[in-house]
Nanobody
Framework: QVQVVEFGGGSVQAEGSLRLSCVVSGYSECSYGMSWNRQAPGKEVEFVSGIDTDGRIRYADSVKGRFTMSQDNAKNSVYLQMNSLKPEDTAMYYC?????????????WGQGTQVTVSS
């Protein structure tokens, strides 16, 4: 079973920066990618960034050019560098494993880390 924990959130002013970290532990028989997702109050969960098993990284249009996702396989970790933060980036940020629909394994979500951006 896979466990996920993320941290690094906090409160910053607009145009500030934060770096989120996500650490994965445990074993899975299934191959998986990783992604960052966020949920603002009263809104649906929104995809932010993801990396697939081939190493391809994708970004939501709303964060493209400002956020950078990276991975360190030796540390079983992925990161999200967030620059030029905007108040609309305020949300709970979650890290999760990504698996195809046909997978026998279940996705694992972290507990979330809060990001608050003030104007």
């Amino acid at each position: 079973q896979v466990q996920v924990v993320e941290f690094g959130g906090g409160s910053v002013q607009a145009e500030g920066s934060l770096r989120l970290s996500c650490v994965v532990s445990g074993y899975s028989e299934c191959s998986y990618g990783m992604s960052w997702n966020r949920q603002a109050p009263g809104k649906e969960v929104e995809f932010v960034s993801g990396i697939d098993t081939d190493g391809r990284i994708r970004y939501a249009d709303s964060v493209k050019g400002r956020f950078t996702m990276s991975q360190d396989n030796a540390k079983n970790s992925v990161y999200l560098q967030m620059n030029s933060l905007k108040p609309e980036d305020t949300a709970m940020y979650y890290c999760k494993t990504d698996l195809p629909d046909y997978s026998d394994c279940m996705a694992a979500w972290g507990q979330g880390t809060q990001v608050t951006v003030s104007s």
